[in-house]
């Protein structure tokens, strides 16, 4: 940082309550007054006078009194800079930097210290100092256009902010093999030692100390050259929001500090939204986890509608490069709370099905297309895979998600299936109807073969969810030979897979109309060869679920279950607790049919 020294005198300007002297044995013949301090000064005996344009005229305006007052509370840079002023009138020695230059220039103009004055005046040795000094050092320019700030409309009409803003602009425009200044640049795994280029985003972490203001005048001026890459732009932009807004990622403070002062709140939300409104609009120029993070921000800040619902637009745009740790935003830690935001990834999600909807046919079935779908449909899976081992996660969150992908997304369900085993496992005491309506998302048929076979022996599952697996298995070994029926699974085939499931062991009543059916010699069996055309048309489904006569056997036999739960007596209650046998539940239901066929030949 360079400095200027003016005036060789020693200081004697000394402090007694709020009132400024200066030793000397000639008493004060004017009063300056600034703000609350009271200044005893001299009007000829030392060059005040002679030096500032200002102090003359209000002198000669205030008559021949012995002693006069000014008041000059309206001085840019107030006391301080006043000071530097007075003390270069007599010639005590002074330090010019960076870090005063603007309140000193801006109090030397004020007081009309020029060479029209007199010659080799305060504001001619400024400007020099300005023009060879602080607009040729990269970190001296930038020091003075961020002091401009306290005093921003002098810093403009004096036209220090517009030549800081020039000077660093050229600076950076510089081609990096060019770079000769010293810069800051911390990130990890970087060193000087170790790099003898310099990195093309040298430039970024200096100005992220400007303020907001500031900042997005200078990077308007960068962009408005077309001379940097958008990247280069969103990299300036991700460096200055890690310097200035919270970090959703930690853990947030409690309630009780962060509503300690909102005006902090009200800065970070005009920092959020102006960051926002500056990103280029090329796809790439900002990372996606970028975005996410400011929507993260956006929702703690309680920011802006319309700047939520363009990073939800702008995120969606590139969710398929998003990574499982780009969504993992904790929520703050509230009793009994899930720890994840699942609701932003819904949002962003749910902005991408929309506008895959709105792509033609055509379209939508460009290989492209699909292999961007599926990408995002694999890391939906797997974000569901890290958020359901969280135990105070409602299952409306899990399946709002897992429903919110389009079918196309999902070339299989293997990944659901394990993120669903993993939240049932990790929340035992699930009620049963939340189990099917977890369950209920899962496609059996998209299972792979050691998925399903994982399938029937889990005791996690619904048996509803295990009987179609089961039935769905015996589909894909029959192959294409009877794609055309689909049949109830042999007893062979269910007694092979049986599960054992310990929430249904024991549980299963006889049906309701077994009694009417016991006495009868014969019983209603599947015959797959003998099934009559009206009876094939039963079995089939437009929608690839289960056969409409399991269906109905199914429903039964939960229905029978449910009722065995409310207090009803099992069958075989003292024999001890065996495998489930689904061949059971097929039997039962067609015994309850052919009742209720028998009940309306009747």
């Known amino acids: 940082m360079k400095f200027m020294k003016l005036g060789t005198r020693p200081d004697t300007f000394f402090t007694e309550e709020a009132t400024r002297t200066v030793i000397s044995d000639i008493p004060s013949d004017i009063v300056i007054q600034i703000n609350d301090i009271n200044y005893l000064l001299h009007k000829l005996q030392f060059p005040l006078l002679p030096k500032c344009g200002l102090l003359q005229r209000l002198c000669s305006d205030s008559g021949d009194s012995d002693i006069v007052t000014i008041e000059l509370h309206d001085l840019p840079g107030g006391e301080e800079a006043f000071e530097l002023c007075a003390k270069f009138c007599y010639g005590i020695m002074i330090n010019v930097s960076a870090h005063n230059f603007v309140a000193l220039f801006c109090a030397a103009k004020f007081l009309r210290m020029t060479e029209s004055v007199e010659k080799g005046n305060l504001v001619l040795k400024l400007e020099a100092f300005f023009m060879s000094c602080i607009l040729e050092g990269w970190k001296d320019s930038i020091i003075t256009l961020q002091n401009t700030s306290k005093l921003p409309e002098w810093s403009e009409t004096y036209g220090i902010t517009r030549k800081c803003v020039d000077s660093i602009v050229e600076k950076i425009l510089t081609p990096p093999a060019k770079v000769a200044w010293s810069y800051t640049y911390t990130r990890p795994g970087y060193s000087k030692k170790h790099h003898h280029s310099v990195p093309k985003d040298w430039w970024t972490e200096d100005i992220s100390d400007l303020d907001i203001d500031l900042f997005r005048c200078l990077i308007t001026a960068i962009r408005s050259t077309y001379m940097l890459s958008p990247q280069l732009i969103g990299e300036a932009l991700h460096v200055y929001a890690s310097r200035w807004l919270p970090d959703t990622t930690k853990n947030r403070p409690p309630e009780s500090s962060v509503s300690r002062t909102e005006e902090l709140m009200e800065k970070s939300r005009r920092v959020l939204e102006t960051i926002v409104n500056m990103i280029p609009g090329d796809r790439g120029s900002v990372s996606v986890g970028f975005m996410l993070r400011l929507l993260s921000i956006a929702n703690y800040l309680g920011a802006s509608p319309m700047t939520k619902t363009e990073l939800i637009r702008r995120s969606s745009l590139q969710f398929e490069e998003a990574t499982v740790n780009d969504l993992l935003f904790p929520l703050p830690s509230t009793s ?229 739960e409310k207090g009803k007596e099992i069958r075989g209650e003292g024999m001890s607790r065996s495998k489930l046998d689904p061949k059971k539940i097929i039997t039962k239901g067609s015994r309850s049919e052919n009742s209720r066929d028998k009940g309306r030949d009747r």
């Not at 569901?384 to 996660?393: F, H, I, S, W």
């Not at 035992?428 to 099917?436: E, F, I, Q, R, V």
């Not at 006495?519 to 009876?535: F, M, Q, V, Y």
Request: hydrophobic share 35%; aromatic share 4%; charged share 30%.
């Open 336 to 564: 009994g709370g899930h720890s994840y935001d699942i609701d932003l990834v819904v949002s962003v999600l749910e902005s991408l099905v929309v506008l895959w909807r709105r792509i033609s046919p055509t379209a939508s079935e460009n290989s492209q297309f699909l292999v961007s779908i599926r990408k995002v449909g694999k890391l939906i899976d797997s974000y569901l895979l890290v958020v359901a081992k969280d135990a105070n996660m409602p299952v409306s969150k899990i399946v709002s998600l897992a429903e919110a992908l389009p079918d196309i997304a999902r070339l299989d369900h293997d990944d659901l299936y394990k993120a669903i085993n993993s939240y049932l496992k990790e929340h035992p005491d699930l009620s049963k109807a939340d189990k099917k309506r977890l369950c209920r998302i899962l496609d059996c048929q998209k299972l792979s073969p050691e998925v399903r076979a994982h399938a029937v022996k889990n005791e996690r599952l619904p048996l509803r969810t295990v009987v179609q697996v089961l039935f769905f298995e015996q589909e894909k070994e029959k192959g294409s030979k009877e794609t055309g029926n689909r049949l109830l699974p042999p007893p062979e085939l269910i007694r092979n897979h049986t599960p054992t499931i310990g929430d249904y062991q024991g549980k299963l009543k006889l049906g309701l109309d077994e009694k009417s059916s016991r006495g009868e010699s014969t019983r209603r069996t599947i015959n797959p060869a003998g099934n009559s055309e009206k009876d094939q048309n039963k079995m089939k489904r437009s929608d690839g679920k289960l056969p409409l006569e399991l269906e109905k056997k199914l429903i039964i036999a939960e229905i029978e279950e449910t009722e065995s």
